[in-house]
């Protein structure tokens, strides 16, 4: 096993997640020391060549401040209003923290739509590296305001979120900075006996099971979606840590190689950007294949409508979809067939097409560039 500085050795790119414990005081207001000193680190490895990204919560804390409720609400609507107030509180606090090094930021506010639409994820990454190129500082966090979706329950306080941002503009390591030194095998607030896990070089059940119920108190995003978030970093050759955010000059010691925190080793056998795009996007439906069709997806083959047995839910053309075998999500594709169109030709020989449905789109229902395989 290669020693830290071995594997960090040359980290260009870097996304930082911010949680709302980190950057929050006990009372709900920023914490503007912290980010001031998260300025400066970032300065620091600016200085040096390196691209930073940073993903930060704690818009609805400051906006529950503001407008001075007594707890946080539970009612969405209420949360969402409190996250409008507060980001422009928080993305001027940031303004402020890196006008002091000279340094300009860049507000994006993202949902998981923004990654599920090709054209919009590729119009998004090519946004923040321009912004990257021209030596901007990119702050991004879940546009609540608009989230069709409860807050946060989706993403998880940002994690899921910021691997989302790691796996798409390709960065080499995603930091996770919350209130917890890293990953144990057991909950250290109440087993003092608790080990703390340094290196994770896969994810196994075991590990999964170490997540548990979310840890925080504050914060919404638990082990449990922070190891989720590995898995995503895992997929996209991207180093994780999760770290203690009150560690002095945490984010410029994780990446010069010293022991911080738990790392979680990237997998550099990794799928390419489309197939990476077309295993993380939400899903329309879900095609239910015999198992000789799942032998051959397996072995990189494409999905032939004789293997097909069942369709679920409405699809059209050019949407991705589950691939099921036996009750196991096991692959997503983009299919070439919609859901109407696969009732019909399921089960039946590619000769059939055209008699069947009149037409032939295709002799396959996916093609084999177009499917990515879930590694359990």
């Known amino acids: 096993m290669k020693s830290r500085k071995e594997l960090l050795g040359d980290i260009q790119k870097i996304v930082v997640k911010i949680g709302t414990t980190s950057i929050s005081r006990e009372d709900g207001s920023l914490d503007l020391d912290f980010m001031k000193g998260v300025a400066s ?7 040096e060549g390196k ?7 704690g818009s609805i804390g400051v906006g529950i401040e503001v407008l001075g409720l007594n707890c946080r609400p539970k009612e969405i609507p209420v949360r969402q209003a409190a ?10 606090k940031w303004m402020e923290a890196f006008r002091e090094y000279n ?6 506010m993202l949902t998981y739509e923004s990654f599920t639409n090709r054209l919009t994820y590729l119009n998004l990454r090519n ?3 321009t912004l990257l190129d021209y030596g901007v500082i990119p702050i ?6 608009t989230c069709v979706h409860e807050i946060e329950a989706t993403l998880g306080d940002n994690d899921k979120l910021s691997a989302m941002v790691a796996s798409k503009t390709e960065a080499d390591i995603l930091i996770l900075l919350s209130d917890i030194d890293g990953l144990y095998d057991k909950n250290p607030k109440r087993n003092p006996d608790a080990k703390l896990l340094k290196t994770i070089e896969e994810i196994t ?14 914060g919404i995003g638990g082990m449990r979606t922070k190891i989720e978030a590995a898995k995503i970093c895992n997929l996209a050759g991207c180093h994780m840590v999760i770290a203690n955010s009150q560690i002095k000059k945490v984010i410029e010691d994780i990446v010069e190689g010293k022991d911080i925190g738990s790392l979680f080793v990237a997998d550099k056998d990794v799928h390419s950007n489309r197939i990476r795009w077309i295993l993380l996007a939400r899903t329309t439906g879900k095609i239910i294949v015999d198992e000789g069709a799942c032998n051959a997806l397996q072995n990189r083959m494409s999905l032939l409508p004789s293997g097909v047995l069942d369709i679920a839910g409405n699809f059209d053309r050019g949407d991705i979809v589950e691939i099921d075998c036996n009750g196991e999500i096991f692959a997503k594709g983009i299919t070439d067939y919609n859901s109407e169109e696969l009732q019909k030709i399921k089960g039946k020989h590619t000769d059939m097409i055209a008699e069947i449905l009149g037409y032939k789109n295709y002799d396959h229902v996916i093609k084999k560039e177009n499917i990515g395989l879930i590694q359990n």
């Open 83 to 92: 996250a409008a107030v507060g980001q422009s509180i928080l993305m001027q």
């Open 127 to 129: 946004s923040i590296s």
């Open 103 to 108: 340094l300009n930021v860049a507000q994006i």
């Open 51 to 57: 691209q930073v990204i940073l993903v930060s919560s």
């Open 41 to 47: 680190q970032v300065s620091s490895l600016h200085a």
């Open 140 to 145: 991004i966090n879940e546009n609540d305001p």
């Open 205 to 218: 059940p075991t590990i999964e099971s170490y997540g548990g119920s979310p840890t925080s108190t504050k």
